[in-house]
């Protein structure tokens, strides 16, 4: 982290009057941490569902340090309302080579946030959020630099209900991966990475190790002790757990066992005292949307990730 930064808090802020924005409020930006989390913290945790993401990731950034992603420094940022007690309305994070993720924001606030970023010469390779306001930061930002986009994934956000287990459940029985599962786990998750097209992160080794550390993947294994697909859930922050990721080797699918691992990682989630146990699925997969919401979980909203042409891509973390 660098709190003496360039762009650290209240240093870059979009045009209008000396003080920042006017109407939308003003953007601040830094790259420490601990400043945006003093700005931010308490507005993330307010809504812990629709802001799982953030909530997540920070929480992975202060764990295992702010360049688990990649080598360059994260950027973070956050709106504060006009007048004064307007609080915080907005924040954003991009850990390169990832795009910019954004909670919600209205059409003005996200022009206002693009006219900020494009002036101090910022630029990635696509925006996540929620499916307007991704719309809306695309719109904005093709009007400031003139890039062109186009959505690449869309998504849905569910919450668990009553959790109802598949049944008959397959043959088996689930488990907590230990460490004798590390080797296993880092080839999971490059294969789970390259078939939903995300930049893994920078060590998987690093993950699996996090993981295992917590107790962060279930394995679900055939009787004869055969691991055949996995299952994870991040740590607790403010209440929530969001159940990712979930994978099953291509010649295993269809018998079953990841809709059983799921299960197993959501009833040990609702068991562990989390108010929220989240997940997101693929929209372009009818499989795995179908399977979620015959063991319970039901849809917030919904998401999507844009790329902008012309620039390297680097789709969202798993």
């Given amino acids: 982290m660098r709190s003496d930064s360039p762009d650290s808090p209240d240093s870059t802020r979009g045009p209008g009057s000396p003080h920042g924005l006017d109407g939308p409020g003003n953007w601040h930006l830094t790259h420490d941490l601990d400043a945006f989390l003093d700005r931010a913290g308490e507005f993330l945790a307010s809504r812990p569902a629709l802001h799982t993401v953030p909530l997540t990731v920070v929480d992975s950034l202060r764990r295992r340090g702010t360049h688990v992603y ?15 007690g307007g609080g915080v309305r907005g924040a954003f994070f991009r850990t390169p080579p990832h795009g910019i993720y954004l909670t919600s924001l209205t059409e003005e606030e996200a022009d206002a946030l693009a006219a900020t970023l494009a002036a101090a010469g910022h630029r990635f390779p696509g925006v996540s959020a929620d ?11 093709q009007r400031r630099t003139g890039s062109e986009s186009r959505v690449t994934v869309r998504q849905r956000l569910y919450r668990l209900a009553e959790l109802t287990p598949p049944e008959p459940a397959p043959a088996g029985r689930a488990r907590v991966a230990a460490a004798v599962d590390r080797d296993l786990l ?16 920078q ?40 159940v990712a990721p979930v994978y099953t080797p291509a010649g295993l ?42 063991i319970g979980y ?21």
């Fill in 70 to 84: 990649g080598e360059e420094d994260p950027v973070f940022g956050v709106l504060d309302g006009a007048g004064s």
């Fill in 298 to 318: 039901r849809r917030v909203a919904d998401f999507a990730v844009h790329e902008f042409t012309g620039q390297p891509r680097a789709a969202d973390r798993p």
């Fill in 186 to 201: 880092v080839r999971w998750y490059g294969e789970f990475s390259a078939q939903v097209g995300a930049h893994p992160v």
């Fill in 253 to 294: 699918r269809g018998r079953g066992y990841a809709g059983a691992a799921t299960a197993e990682v959501s009833r040990a989630a609702r068991a562990s005292g989390a108010a929220e146990v989240l997940l997101f699925t693929d929209l372009s997969n009818p499989t795995s949307n179908g399977l979620y919401q015959r």
């Fill in 203 to 242: 060590d998987g080794g690093a993950w699996a190790d996090s993981r295992i550390a917590y107790g962060g993947i279930t394995l679900w294994e055939t009787p004869d002790g055969a691991p055949v697909a996995m299952a994870g859930a991040t740590p607790e922050v403010a209440g929530q757990i969001r």
């Fill in 131 to 141: 499916r307007d306001t991704a719309a809306a930061f695309a719109r904005a930002w």
